[in-house]
């Protein structure tokens, strides 16, 4: 049977600076330019760098994704994992037909629905009932599968109360569960995916994993998935690609790429200490920025070696820009291993409002919970069940070492990615005499 | 879940069933089948531009009606009774709201359409589906204003019909069909064209609102076609150039019965319109391959 998905040599080359429209003045000054030269000519200003070895064929050309080749059966989870900047979302529009490649092909036997985001085209004064065929007919179903469906799509969104009103009034949460509702009943062979599992309470966003799961399980569909969580990566997918700098550098079962992946984000050095103020390349987006990151130990000295019984404070330095409302920070612990340990959140601490300034703050790891091994520490910053600031990634670095560990004083490796300290509770029931 | 397997045909697509994804190549990129295939998108979008206009404004679709009617009532007190423009034995009234309905529904299509990719950015950088259903939808949407402007048209002509002025409803109200469907295809190619240029210079969007104001000095709207046509002659090639001109005049002669129907310059209209819209969808498929590409 042929795979459902084939991609060979995938290529797009993108200009650097003037992408898509320009300005009828831009245009004459090229051509004003192209005579004048001769005269050494500069390249215009704010035309950036194409990043290192991605330089294309003229000076003002890169390759966002550069001989991508892959195949995929039905039934597959691909996850696609990769740095942002790597060329996912290149891939990913291409793929779902938004974009043109430069070069190469791909045949997708099937039909395809993309969801580069969820709620594509919804419109505030219609009301829910309205949007669930606006957007479904925009995702490519017909009106009479989204009838079909309707009340199997409501009663998923849990909003059969208000399908009638304007989604307009609809709180962030209603309106986002309404739109992966539409989207989980999508039915496509081939349906590609981004990111989209990073909206909605913890609830909703297992009961659309599960879904997804469920759709490519006993339907035979074919589901890319572009993901950051690398914990929804590993548990759904059976086969992952790496992309690195344009290139799929690696294709295979999600434990090894995952591994890979994370080795690669974690900072080549051990870092604990990660400071702005000096630089203007702090992690940041419209409503906050951190201003420095740094793992302290229990004087508040700056360590990136800890013994298992000591905490580990992981303290977070931010600017808020502008007003904000219910923002939390989350730490995420990893292994070496690419291993998601636990994520921290200081959702119950943090305060409802932040007006602009600057914050700190700080999570405490008690001692005596991690293992001996080496950890990547990541930081997000998001309000919950709404948006992501800045997305989970990993900055800091640190290694748990020592003599023994919580559970043995014998210098043994120990497996698990925690190894808390257990209290045991050892008693004789009875005593039977030795034989002589 | 039960009722994910209730629809048999979209279990597994049919064989053949293959999307071919590369760089295109070719002058005429148009997928008409798939085009087909989107016919419910359509559906929903003209719904979507119907139900969006009906619940927004206050007055909802009394503006289709109201915009005219001032056009009409400054017409007739400018160039009627000011510069006292003749119009030809027609009531000023009827004869000015008589040419706005084309005319209105040609400058609705070109000023939505043009925008078509500045107003869709979002949508066309998220979600693939055939661009052309966006314009196709909005000439379809903006038919329903028409229809609205029709019932005032009729309502009026009705009361000065009553009142003895020289007009005549008879059979001939049934070329208004294949008028408003030139108009259709002229005012599509050319939102094809002009949004596929304003795609790639945004400040070519200042240009359309001008543009669509001086075709409309330039087309029988406020005087008769018989002002270009007549007398010397030397007037004669600004009616022949423009597709819109025989149009508007055929417009009087079908609802009012009164100006000319000029059959051969009819013929021209039809024929460059068709070849303005083969233009607009080779340079919309060109637009569209590349203008997602700076979202």
Known sequence: M???????????????????????????????????????????????????????????????IRDISFSAKAGEIVGIVGRNGAGKSTLLKILSRITEPTSGRAILRGRLASL?????????????????????????????????????????????????????????????????????????EILFIDEVLAVGDAGFQKKCLGKMGEVANQHGRTVFFVSHNMGAVRSLCEHAILIEDGRATMDGPPAEIISRYLASTVPDEIAGELDWTERDDAPSCDDVEYTRLRLLDRDGAVRTTFEPDQPIAIEITYRVKRRLRGVRFDVAFTTQEGELAFIATDHNFQREIHEP????????????????????????CDVPGERFLIHMRNYLSLVVSGVGNQSSSFPEPWPGVVCPRIRWEIRTLSEEPVAA | MPTLQTSPDTESAPPDYEIHIEARTG???????????????????????????????????????????????????????????????????????????????????????????TNNAHLFGKVY???????????????????LQFAVFFIFGAWFALRGAAVYFGPAILLALPLLLITAVLSLGLSLLFSSSTAKYRDLSHLTPILIQLWMFATPVIYPLSKLTGGDGRFAWIAW??????????????????????????????????VILLLGIIAFGRAERTVTDCA
Not at chain 1, 358 to 377: F, M, S
Not at chain 2, 27 to 38: D, F, G, Q, S
Not at chain 2, 44 to 54: I, S
Not at chain 2, 247 to 258: A, D, M, N, Q, T
């Open chain 2, 27 to 117: 002058w005429l990129r148009v997928n008409w089948r798939e085009l087909w295939e989107y016919r419910d998108l359509l559906f929903v979008l003209v719904r979507r531009d119907f139900l969006a206009k009906y619940k927004q404004t206050v007055l909802g679709p009394l503006w289709f009606i109201l915009q005219p009617l001032l056009n009409t009532l400054v017409f007739t007190i400018v160039f009627n009774k000011v510069a006292g423009i003749e119009t030809g034995g027609i009531p000023p009234l009827l004869f000015y709201l008589c040419a706005l309905l084309p005319w209105g529904y040609f400058a609705q299509n070109v000023t939505t359409g043009a925008a078509t990719f």
């Open chain 2, 241 to 274: 150039m423009n597709p819109m001109a025989p149009i508007v005049e055929g417009f009087r002669f079908s609802l009012l019965g009164r100006g000319t129907f000029h059959g051969p310059m009819l013929g021209v209209s039809a024929l460059a319109s068709a």
């Open chain 1, 2 to 64: 042929k795979p459902r998905v084939e991609v060979e040599s995938l290529s797009k080359l993108y200009r650097l600076g003037s992408i898509g429209a320009t300005s009828l003045r831009d245009t004459f000054g090229r051509i004003a330019a192209r005579f004048r030269r001769g005269a050494g000519t500069t390249p215009r200003k704010e035309t950036p760098a194409a990043p290192a070895g991605r330089q294309g064929p003229t000076p003002d050309t890169f390759w966002a």
């Open chain 2, 129 to 147: 589906f055939p661009r052309l259903i966006v314009p196709l939808s909005s000439i379809i949407s903006n038919l329903f204003a028409l229809g």
């Open chain 1, 357 to 380: 300034g600057t914050y700190q703050t700080t999570c405490i790891i008690p001692g005596g919970l991690l293992n001996r091994r080496g950890y990547a520490v990541g930081v997000q």
């Open chain 1, 116 to 188: 580069l985001e969820v709620g594509t085209g919804f419109h505030p004064d219609l009301t829910g009932r309205e949007n669930v065929f606006l957007n479904g007919t925009i995702l490519g179903m017909k009106r009479w599968e989204i009838a079909a469906k309707f009340d199997e799509i409501v009663a998923f969104a849990e909003l059969d109360r208000f399908i009638d009103t304007p989604v307009k009034h609809y709180s962030s949460g209603m309106f986002v569960r309404l739109a992966f509702a539409v989207a989980a009943h999508l039915e496509p």
